[in-house]
Nanobody, 117 residues
């Protein structure tokens, strides 16, 4: 099993930056990639970014391209989400997840990121 824990959330003002961390533990050797998702109030959960565990290939949803950067530290079994130029529309609970195959089966508890205008 894999355990995933997010940290770094908190209240921020529009235009500022925040860096989230996601630490994976347990049986991490079969992880294919890790990703960030978010769920804004009244909206469905959406994909934000992901990074493959081996090659470090990154993918982003259009709304965060140019503002968010996902990175990893294999030594720490940790992925990061650097969020710049935050907008009120970015307000959401941010979740980190890991997968071994197609589905993301390992999820963190979520971390709140309220962005004030």
């Amino acid at each position: 099993q894999v355990q995933v824990v997010e940290s770094g959330g908190g209240l921020v003002q529009a235009g500022s930056s925040l860096k989230l961390s996601c630490a994976a533990s347990g049986r991490t050797f079969n992880i294919y990639d890790m990703g960030w998702f978010r769920q804004a109030p009244g909206k469905e959960r959406e994909f934000v970014a992901r990074i493959t565990w081996s090659a470090g290939t990154t993918f982003y949803t259009d709304s965060v391209k140019g503002r968010f950067t996902i990175s990893k530290s294999r030594a720490k079994n940790t992925v990061y989400l650097q969020m710049n130029s935050l907008k009120p529309e970015d307000t959401a609970v941010y979740y980190c997840a890991a997968r071994e195959t197609m589905n993301y089966n390992y999820w963190g508890q979520g971390t709140q990121v309220p962005v004030s205008s």
